[in-house]
Antibody
Framework: QVQLVQSGAEVKKPGSSVKVSCKASGGTFSSYAISWVRQAPGQGLEWMGGIIPIFGTANYAQKFQGRVTITADKSTSTAYMELSSLRSEDTAVYYC???????????????WGQGTLVTVSS | DIQMTQSPSSLSASVGDRVTITCRASQSISSYLNWYQQKPGKAPKLLIYAASSLQSGVPSRFSGSGSGTDFTLTISSLQPEDFATYYCQQSYSTPSTFGQGTRLEIK
């Protein structure tokens, strides 16, 4: 049974960057797409992008294009999401989630990581 | 982007009630529609995938139906642990998009 464990909470200054990790254990990592979803306080879920670890190819939502970089390290079964040029509106819980297939679409997400709170404040 | 619209946004119900939540896509998404349950401070949990398939370990009181643009999630007999927020998600095309959520509260 695969589990996804994310890195801890972060507090960042506006204009800086944050990198959140998502380590998989107990199952296959490389053969399934990993997506990143965020949730601002009291708000809904927003898909940011995904990666296919075995190929290293990432796909991003247009909204985050140019600011987000999703990578994966097959050797450590860890995916990363880096968001740059942070602003207060980026304050949110960031989740990683594993898809049931090798592609970034036409799938479903299970399991999810526990979430990482990123607070952007001066 | 495909817009997902859930209704209602909030719902009050009692234990034992039958509840239906609807989700409408702005264009056809075939059966690429998933449902998640989220409790405060927790990650979303997959309930239903591909519109009508029950995820392993999820109680059979949950069911999903629909295809194309209109979908429903039904809880046949509400239990105390079902009070939560529910989200639909389309995975037909990227960017994957979610409905705004339906908050299910105790009456």
């Amino acid at each position: 049974q695969v589990q996804l464990v994310q890195s801890g909470a972060e507090v960042k200054k506006p204009g800086s960057s944050v990198k959140v990790s998502c380590k998989a254990s107990g199952g296959t990592f490389s053969s399934y797409a990993i997506s990143w979803v965020r949730q601002a306080p009291g708000q809904g879920l927003e898909w940011m992008g995904g990666i296919i670890p075995i190929f290293g190819t990432a796909n991003y939502a247009q909204k985050f294009q140019g600011r987000v970089t999703i990578t994966a390290d097959k050797s450590t079964s860890t995916a990363y999401m880096e968001l740059s040029s942070l602003r207060s509106e980026d304050t949110a819980v960031y989740y990683c989630a594993r898809a049931n297939t090798m592609i970034v679409e036409k799938n479903w997400f299970d399991p999810w990581g526990q979430g990482t709170l990123v607070t952007v404040s001066s | 982007d495909i817009q997902m619209t859930q209704s209602p946004s909030s719902l009050s119900a009692s234990v034992g009630d039958r509840v239906t939540i609807t989700c409408r896509a702005s264009q056809s998404i075939s059966s690429y529609l998933n449902w998640y349950q989220q409790k405060p401070g927790k990650a979303p949990k997959l309930l239903i995938y591909a519109a009508s398939s029950l995820q392993s370990g999820v109680p059979s009181r949950f069911s999903g139906s629909g295809s194309g643009t209109d979908f429903t999630l039904t809880i046949s007999s509400l239990q105390p642990e079902d009070f939560a927020t529910y989200y639909c998600q389309q995975s037909y095309s990227t960017p994957s998009t979610f409905g705004q959520g339906t908050r299910l509260e105790i009456k």
